[in-house]
């Protein structure tokens, strides 16, 4: 037989009933299979430098945000509600590490290309300045103090000072002169009473953190 003799068989199933040896069967029939349509994903726009792209949060007291928002001339500060909206710009220019004053009324704040530190109300208003040559600033829990490193060039000869603040219904600023605590690193945290200041501080090619007194009582390392 020539391959040409050769008929191909259709092998469609039909409603045919089989029959044979045993019981008769019917073949399976084709059940009908639905295939949804592909949906459409919307994805939103990317924000604009210039308005958008928050990169540090701070929660307050009164459940507002302190904000960075990035921009091509530099890092505002504002504050927002937790839900994005209600958006009020402090302090245009370079700024980072915002933070709240305990009670809400105040943020403060770093400038990002000049040691300095800064505070605005947090319902807008006039920008004061804290302490100048400071970095790594930190408010004590009750508001009344500002730790931070005066920086003179590295970490290890940085003094932590302690400077006190006052409030008033339209700004914060300094309440006197900022006293040394007898000791050199980077502030950190105060603990929650307020009378012991969390610091690092570099000792060869090692850094450890350590705990001082607010009256620079106390020192030891911790880590």
Known sequence: MCSSDLT?????PTDTTLTGPGPTR???????????SPTTTTVAAPPTPSEDTTTSLAPSATGRLAVILNGPSGHSIATMAADGTDRRVLATGNYTSPQWTPDGRFVVFESADAYATWAAPASGGAVTKLAAGGA???VSPDGTRLAFSLFTGTATA?????????ET???MSPAGPAAPLGVSGLARAWTPDGRRLLYSRQLGPRTDLAIVGSDGAGDRDLL
């Open 136 to 138: 790594g600033a930190v």
């Open 169 to 171: 219904a339209t700004g």
């Open 26 to 36: 019917t073949p399976p029939t084709s059940r009908a299979v639905t295939v949804a």
């Open 8 to 12: 191909p068989t259709d092998t469609t």
């Open 158 to 166: 940085a003094p932590v000072m302690v400077e006190p603040l006052t």
